[in-house]
């Protein structure tokens, strides 16, 4: 945890911060503050970020 990524190649950064259950992690969006539940299946297919 703790890793950043982005939605898909061209979207903005988020922060993985936790796991919430076994199928989605808690993420920070950088730019925004958003915070939200995201698939984790969907976590470990986007792009690390640089």
Known sequence: ???C???GEYG???QVT???SGH???VVVMETGEELDY???QAAQDPVAL
């Open 5 to 7: 990524r982005s939605f």
């Open 24 to 26: 989605k992690v808690h």
């Open 18 to 20: 936790g796991k919430v």
């Open 39 to 41: 698939p984790i299946e």
């Open 12 to 14: 903005p950064v988020y």
């Open 1 to 3: 945890m703790g890793s």
